[in-house]
């Protein structure tokens, strides 16, 4: 067990779809040999297949006995093979011919971007961001053979040792969010970091600060002072993914609060809600309603004019809001003091 946790909390009902995040992830850490398919960050629609495909219907994590599910390896072409485009035809003219990739491929990132739910009369979607969860019990860790897979002891993050990992891959099954990625050509397994480079000199992960959305929310989840702690702990309105698994993930999510169906203008949210209900407890289990419920009367205390602390606080202003980062208390954890 670590003596800290590092979490991060992301309010769905601010992200625009924009995939700026997945952007700055990419450009930071994944644009060398081998990792053309990772995206440590990426953003799907919901509902939709994900990525890679259907990979919360894959297995993983663990048992009620805490026993490791079984789980597929994901094929490549569940990930979907990196699209090619004439960016000079495309960005600087050239001829009339349409600009076409040089594959067709069936599957990719956001193939099924905005697509959204299958009914005609009450069309909802909603984003998902989604990055390792750094778990608290993870089922990658558990896996590794060779012991390559640790959870910092001084911050909570899970990392993969590059020296020891030989490219099992039984970390990629064993996780049932399948936020681990092999290397083919350096023949490892490799993963989000959560940034730690970046916590270490008091700046956020590359992916929150780049958010022009301002959903995400990084601290550590024992300091009470953080925001993390206020929305998990205090006032419970931000839900783990896929909890079900049991792995205990530390990154977590105020659950989309769509206004309730058309046609339907006096009631509220939860008495009838625009994302089915069993789409998101799928995703954040049986609490999901009554994290809905609670939000709506937040907002209804806000319209009557009274004071609001978890809207307030999900409105984040300011840095100092959204962040509450603590490289001093990591330095003494990591020292023993």
Not at 74 to 100: C, H, I, N, T
Not at 159 to 187: M, T, W
Not at 196 to 205: F, Q, S
């Amino acid at each position: 067990m670590s003596k800290h946790q590092y979490a991060m909390v992301m309010d769905l009902n601010k992200c625009l779809g924009c995939h700026t995040c997945t952007l700055a992830c990419k450009k930071q850490w994944t644009d060398g040999d081998g990792m053309a398919y990772m995206y440590w960050n990426n953003v799907e629609t919901r509902p939709g297949q994900g990525y890679p495909r259907n990979f919360d219907r894959m297995g993983g994590g663990f048992d009620v006995r805490g026993n490791l599910r079984p789980s597929k390896l994901p094929p490549l072409e569940d990930y979907g093979e990196a699209l090619e485009y004439d960016y000079g035809q495309r960005l600087f003219g050239g001829s009339k011919k349409p600009v076409m990739p040089h594959v067709l491929a069936d599957y990719g990132p956001n193939f099924d971007e905005d697509m959204g739910g299958d009914d005609t009369r009450n069309p909802y979607h909603f984003y998902l961001p989604r990055i390792c969860n750094h778990c608290t019990h993870p089922a990658c860790l558990e896996a590794c053979p060779r012991k390559a897979i640790y959870k910092r002891a001084e911050d909570g993050i899970v990392l993969v040792d590059q020296e020891r990992c030989r490219g099992y891959r039984h970390c990629i099954r064993a996780c049932p969010y399948k936020k681990l990625y092999f290397n083919v050509v350096e023949s490892m397994s490799q993963k989000c970091i959560f940034c730690y480079p970046r916590l270490e000199k008091g700046r956020p992960n590359a992916c929150a600060a780049q958010c022009p959305g301002r959903l995400r929310f990084v601290g550590i989840l024992d300091d009470q002072e953080s925001p993390v702690h206020k929305l998990v702990v205090q006032h419970k309105v931000a839900l783990g993914l896929l909890p079900q698994r049991g792995t205990g993930p530390n990154v977590y999510y105020v659950p989309p609060f769509l206004p309730p169906k058309a046609g339907h203008p006096r009631a509220t949210v939860s008495q009838d809600p625009r994302l089915p209900v069993k789409v998101l407890e799928r995703l954040f289990g049986p609490r999901v309603m009554d994290v809905v419920r609670s939000l709506e009367g937040e907002l209804r205390r806000a319209q009557r004019g009274s004071r609001s602390e978890v809207l307030d606080l999900l409105i984040g202003r300011n840095d100092s809001v959204r962040y509450a980062l603590r490289p001093d208390i990591m330095k003494r954890s990591a020292s023993g003091k």
